[in-house]
């Protein structure tokens, strides 16, 4: 059996699928485009969005979409400060109420709760956002756990930044593969 410089036989190398199926992967990123059209006619702030990105991506545990939606946060102008939180967000005082209720609704649909918790968690958010604020969310949560299921199970790699001085990283472009909400 031969094996690559991780110590993974060749055999069980991962199947990159966006690349071997690109029409289901095609399809999914014009849904994508759909969903932040929807999320932007709602009047979803984009930083609301890539909030949301990043907080799915962090449950998840998907590096790939992790380093998209950070970098995307950052250009945005969302700050380090409040995505160095964001997996407490619950214990500070950082976050607006709106962004607390996309945040609840968000982790809601990537955990999937028992029945009681998801009604709470639901009725939550809809005291600070409006039916199509709430539907928009939803979408987004959905469209990036799918995201996160396509680079988990391809094993997207994350590639280093380069340094441009001492302790300061130099985005790169995000990988073409990439196109989440």
Request: with cysteine; hydrophobic share 40%; net charge neutral.
């Amino acid at each position: 059996m031969s094996r690559t410089s991780g110590g993974v036989s060749d055999d069980a190398a991962r199947v990159l699928i966006d690349k071997q199926s690109p029409q289901p992967y095609r399809a999914h990123v014009e849904a994508v485009s759909r969903v932040r059209r929807t999320a932007r006619e709602a009047g979803l702030d984009r930083t609301l969005i890539e909030l949301v990105n990043t907080r799915v991506s962090q449950l998840n545990g998907c590096a790939a979409c992790l380093d998209v939606h950070v970098r995307t946060a950052l250009a945005r102008g969302e700050t380090s400060q409040r995505l160095a939180v964001l997996p407490a967000w619950r214990d500070t005082t950082l976050f607006m109420d709106k962004e607390r209720a996309a945040l609840t609704l968000a982790e809601s649909i990537t955990t999937l709760p028992d029945a009681r918790t998801q009604d709470q968690d639901y009725a939550d958010a809809r005291k600070h956002l409006t039916p199509d604020e709430l539907s928009a969310v939803a979408w987004v949560a959905i469209a990036i756990n799918a995201f996160n299921r396509i680079s988990i199970v391809s094993r997207h790699t994350v590639h280093a930044e380069a340094h441009s001085s001492v302790g300061t990283l130099q985005p790169q472009p995000a990988s073409s593969t990439e196109r989440s909400p």
